[in-house]
């Protein structure tokens, strides 16, 4: 799915996000979707049977075992967005229709099919500073609106599961934040200012995570291939050996 957007002509068609994945695989009729025809690609609303979170997880865990990959690009107003890319793991998917499974909540195993890379029995792996942040946000988003109307009705104001999305998605406009489901008209007049400040400043704190997970990424790289160039050892074997590689390529 992946490899067929980004190699779509169109630069909107080929850039997309995690979020938008979600909602490709969702089957969501938002209007960036439908502009962008990603509701023609075989992988539209085939993942109904699983929640936004479920998806947004299943789709982070490829990203951590760098099957997929976030590009981060900066627009000309400083805006930065995290594209989802082919990763370095990614040719490792087979096509002998191999299953990735994840544990969920409750315990219960998730198996997609247009997934298909043995998962070797690891345990999943989870940005625990991602998960941190969202909840971080969900805090925030209550103790703003808790300004404004008891604790106890916000959740029938706005219920959990769109504070949820909001977390995960990090609206930046009003018609991002309308594309939530359930996220009307008219909770965006009543609201909408004070939820899409908090996203604003959520999006750049995950921005700056994902920067530095990249730099911190590249940097353990450049070490490693460093590390292979020139070994190190205090065996006196590998040491005599690395003394005659030296030899030969100076000879």
């Known amino acids: 799915m992946v490899d067929r957007l980004n190699s779509r002509p169109r630069l909107f068609e080929k850039n997309v996000t995690v979020n938008f994945l979600v909602d490709i695989l969702r ?6 979707i439908i502009q962008s025809n990603w509701d023609k690609d075989p992988a539209y609303n085939t993942g109904q049977s699983h929640s936004n979170s479920e998806l947004n997880r299943i789709i982070r865990k490829l990203i951590l075992e760098k099957f997929l990959w976030e590009d981060l690009v900066v627009s000309a107003e400083g805006m930065t967005s995290a ?3 082919k990763g370095p793991r990614f040719n490792q998917f087979g096509a002998g229709g191999a299953k990735f499974t994840i544990n969920i909540e409750k315990s219960v195993k ?6 298909s890379v043995a998962s070797s029995n690891s345990k999943e792996i989870v940005d625990d500073a991602l998960v941190k942040l969202e909840e971080e946000c969900i805090r ?4 703003v609106l808790g300004k404004f109307m008891p604790e106890k009705t916000i959740y029938s104001a706005i219920p959990i599961e769109i504070l949820r999305e909001m977390s995960q998605k990090l609206p930046q406009t009003k018609e991002e934040l309308l594309e939530i489901e359930q996220m009307t ?4 007049e009543k609201f909408g200012h004070l939820i899409l400040d908090v996203c604003k400043d959520f999006s750049t704190k995950r921005m700056n995570h994902l920067e530095k997970k990249q ?3 590249n940097a353990a ?3 490693e291939r460093a590390t292979f160039t020139n070994p190190v050892s205090n065996n006196p074997i590998y040491q ?3 003394q005659r590689r030296n030899t030969w390529s100076s000879g």
């Open 27 to 32: 089957g969501s009729k938002a209007k960036r």
């Open 83 to 85: 594209y989802v890319k």
């Open 110 to 115: 998730t198996s997609l099919s247009s997934v």
């Open 140 to 143: 925030e988003l209550k103790r």
């Open 185 to 188: 008209a008219f909770r965006y």
């Open 215 to 217: 730099m911190e990424e």
């Open 221 to 223: 790289k450049q070490k």
């Open 240 to 242: 005599a050996d690395s």
